[in-house]
């Protein structure tokens, strides 16, 4: 790891990652899809649209994969 980084505190190193991947997501098409990337998300999509299921809550999430470690 570079040293300057290491020398910046935690809340400027979480700043530099939030911008970083504010830059790739405003260039989103940059990286092309494969095939396989787009049927997932192509099905996905279709299931939402006919169940409207948003899915559960990030804390549930995080909850139930802590408990799995």
């Given amino acids: 790891m570079n040293s300057n980084l ?6 400027e190193k979480i700043q530099l990652v939030e911008d970083l991947w504010d830059s790739i997501a405003s260039e989103r098409n ?3 899809l494969t095939p ?3 049927a997932e998300l192509d099905k996905r999509l279709d299931s939402f649209e006919f169940d ?3 899915g559960r809550p990030l804390s549930e999430a995080v909850a139930e994969i802590r408990k799995k470690l």
């Avoid at 290491?6 to 809340?11: A, G």
């Fill in 36 to 38: 396989e990337q787009k």
């Fill in 52 to 54: 409207g299921n948003l």
């Fill in 30 to 32: 940059a990286v092309p």
């Fill in 6 to 11: 290491k020398s910046l505190p935690i809340s």
